[in-house]
């Protein structure tokens, strides 16, 4: 195009073929940014990488079909809703949808990742709005299905992408053609950047992992993604990297997620809440919750999944049992565990509010168990039966390796905290929560504080 760059004209064709573009890379938001600078495109109000042709009306505050009656999620179109049975989707109909995750396919087939996998982000995207137009607007579930399954076929194709991006990447990298610094300062006209590849460095690194939970398990990714379409929830990104286990240990490192509690964690939990003289553990482990729990004079039911051989104080030996397909102990007692984190610790935190109801539980958790908003377990947890209390680690508990790990102890990356959920007289989990920021090393015995310092 006249005047215009090469990846200013990339970029202004991908938004006038589909409407809207993110422009996700460094190269793609500077040329975003010279051509809304011209009039010629225009950024969405609340989606920094998101960007339409000036000609469309994106959602904004003004009124009108921008206007705050407007869906919050940003589109190039607003939807039309047709009847209260179909699907409100936005103007890029489900055909143009479909076409698109079959370019990207196509693209993928062929050879060009990168092309697929820009693609296949966009179809991803749009899918996705269709999905929550479609629960927006009470549409058919099938309609809303159907949508689900075209975001679920356009991640595939995106992750099989990256996957591929990373390899050439890796092999560029092993042949000395990438660059790590600017242009100008390696002479070899035949390198790129990481940019350049259609990936941050960051999603580089996520994409050998992916790469590499494939090579260990072929097909875990498609199997993930069709896992979440067969329990009628959203195959996102998010949950596949959860699914496939691309931010931890790989499932047949982690068995049954058994990462001994510290007993930082316990000594700080022990000074600042009492419990009822039985206390139930329904993931003893190998005892690190149990122990220090007896040691100032509780009872502890022992139980867990995995058959350690625990046993207590008394030397009964602990029960093998699924929590999740477990009942209620007479008397409710207390639970004081650190449940195993993945994907059932929604089922696990949820089962125990909704058929042990103990008068008061405590749950070692990750932080990141405040946030949250698609899973109905999370939000039972959270918002219908909210904690009396969060007790935030300020220092981060040292590292939580799994059972049997004997290589290099690393520090810890994660940010936990004690939840505490209380009834009240009504017996009713009812908050509000109180967040509280505590630091262990006060609550350490005294030789062992001056040890960690």
């Not at 047709?82 to 103007?91: D, H, L, M, N, Q």
């Not at 509690?261 to 700080?268: K, N, S, V």
């Not at 553990?281 to 040691?295: F, K, N, T, V």
């Not at 920021?437 to 040890?451: I, K």
Request: hydrophobic share 40%.
């Amino acid at each position: 195009m006249n005047g215009l760059g090469s990846q200013q004209s990339r970029v202004l064709a991908l938004i006038e073929k589909h409407g809207s573009y993110r422009c996700e890379t460094a190269p793609e938001q500077n040329a975003a940014r010279k051509l809304n600078g011209k009039g010629i495109i225009r950024r969405d109000m609340k989606d920094g990488f998101l960007w339409y042709a000036a000609a469309d009306r994106a959602p904004s505050e003004e009124g009108g079909e921008g206007g705050p009656d407007a869906p919050e999620t940003g589109v190039d179109r607003l939807p039309q809703v047709v009847e209260a049975t179909e699907i409100a989707v936005p103007r890029h109909d489900a055909s143009d949808l479909l076409a698109t995750v079959e370019r990207a396919r196509k693209l993928l087939d062929d050879g060009d990742v990168i092309a697929a996998r820009m693609l296949a982000s966009v179809a991803y995207d749009q899918a996705k709005l269709v999905a929550q137009y479609g629960e927006r607007f009470k549409a058919a579930e099938k309609l809303v299905s159907k949508a689900r399954q075209m975001q679920a076929d356009a991640l595939l194709i995106e992750t099989r992408a990256k996957i591929g991006i990373a390899r050439q990447w890796d092999a560029a990298t092993e042949a000395g053609q990438t660059l790590k610094g600017r242009p100008k300062s390696v002479p070899n006209e035949n390198a790129f950047t990481a940019a350049e590849a259609g990936l941050t460095r960051k999603e580089i690194h996520e994409a050998r992992k992916l790469a590499a939970a494939e090579e260990r398990a072929p097909g875990i990714v498609e199997r993930a993604i069709q896992a979440r379409i067969e329990a009628g929830l959203e195959p996102s990104r998010a949950n596949l990297r959860a699914a496939v286990g691309t931010s931890s240990a790989p499932k047949e490192d982690r068995g049954n997620n058994l990462y001994e509690t510290p007993i930082e964690a316990m000594h700080t939990l022990i000074a600042l809440e009492q419990f009822a003289s039985v206390v139930l553990d329904p993931s003893c482990g190998r005892g690190a919750s149990s122990r220090p729990l007896e040691d100032v004079g509780y009872t502890v039911s022992l139980a867990d999944i995995e058959d350690y051989g625990t046993a207590d104080q008394f030397g009964e030996v602990q029960r093998v049992e699924d929590f999740l397909t477990s009942v209620a102990l007479d008397g409710h007692p207390d639970i004081v565990t650190n449940p195993p984190y993945g994907a059932l610790l929604n089922r696990f935190v949820a089962h125990a509010l909704r058929v042990h109801r103990p008068r008061k539980m405590a749950l070692l958790l990750n932080l990141n168990f405040l946030c949250g908003f698609d899973d109905d377990d999370r939000n039972f947890a959270m918002d219908e039966n909210p904690p009396s209390r969060v007790l935030v680690f300020k220092r981060r508990l040292p590292m939580m390796h799994r059972d049997g790990w004997d290589g290099p102890e690393a520090t810890s990356r994660m940010n936990t905290a004690w939840f505490i959920w209380e009834m009240n007289e009504a017996g009713e989990y009812v908050g509000p929560t109180e967040i509280r920021r505590v630091d262990w090393m006060d609550y350490m015995p005294a030789e062992q504080a001056e040890a960690a310092e």
